[in-house]
């Protein structure tokens, strides 16, 4: 038993979320590890994983951190990417373009039943000392458990520059120094894609800021020392030709591989 593969959660939404699975999948298997996915219609806990990725998807119930849905945002949401953006994508990544098009319905609102379940597991991984690494989504999730609030939309951070979403890695981020997450990137700055639109606000406890884009919007935290709690901005799954994209599933399932052997229930699992 102890030399098979770390078992990591991956969650995500019922519908939707198809090609972000598969990436995700392909990535951890990639770092060593094998995925096993985890969704509001089939549920599970933590028993016999040794990590846990918390996905990408729908935006965060305002609920969870105090605030009532922003009125313009669902108008905001019905707007499809500016027409240069897609064939941008399309120009330089037609593979992954072209399947993220076929394999991703796009979720319009909030998802009660997966913030409920990924916040109860996020909770229980903290509780186990299980490594967690949120991806876009997740890393605000992981931000809202620790009492952390939430910008519901940024354009307000560009000014007369647009906001760049893009599958692409479009944007700079600039990493803090002697970060877990720069240990793991092996860089001091990052190429990375964006397909958000809202950001972290008021940071969590136990949590610190280690990357940011120009603009100031965060781009990445993570917790203490002693935990392996670290949240993207990113869609690193997105770039899988990428070396230091795939060092954060790499990380996290070494993370894994660590708690494994130091867990009393180890020699169970």
């Known amino acids: ?45 933590l028993d016999g994983l040794d ?4 996905g990408g998807g729908a935006d965060v119930d305002p609920d969870l951190y105090g605030q009532q849905k922003a009125p313009f945002l669902d108008q905001m949401q019905e707007a499809e990417p500016r027409l240069g953006q897609r064939l941008l994508g399309l120009v330089f990544y037609p593979v992954l373009w072209l399947i993220r098009r076929l394999l991703v319905t796009r979720t319009r609102g909030g998802n009660q039943a997966r913030d409920e379940l990924e916040k109860a597991l996020i909770l229980d991984a903290l509780e186990r000392g299980l490594p967690v690494l949120g991806i876009c989504r997740g890393m605000q999730l992981m931000n809202v458990v620790r009492g952390g609030t939430l910008f519901q939309e940024i354009s307000g951070f560009y000014g007369e520059k647009p906001n760049v979403r893009s599958i692409m890695p479009a944007k700079q981020v600039a990493i803090a120094a002697a970060s877990r997450l720069q240990g793991i990137v092996a860089a001091s700055h990052l190429r990375v894609n964006a397909l958000h639109d809202q950001a972290i606000d008021e940071l ?15 781009q990445a935290v993570e917790g203490t020392e002693d935990e392996f709690f670290l949240g993207v901005q990113w869609h690193p799954e997105y770039l899988p030709q990428k070396p230091a994209h795939q060092r954060l599933f790499r990380g996290l399932v070494e993370a894994a591989l660590t708690s494994r052997r130091t867990s009393p229930d180890s020699s169970g699992r």
């Open 1 to 45: 038993m102890g030399s098979r593969r770390p078992q990591v959660g991956v969650t995500g939404p019922d519908h939707g979320g198809t090609a972000a699975w598969w990436f995700t999948r392909l990535a951890v298997y990639r770092a060593g590890g094998t995925a096993v996915r985890i969704t509001p219609g089939k549920p599970r806990g």
């Open 51 to 54: 990590g846990l990725i918390i």
């Open 204 to 218: 969590g406890r136990g949590l610190k800021v280690v990357a940011r884009e120009a603009s100031s919007v965060i």
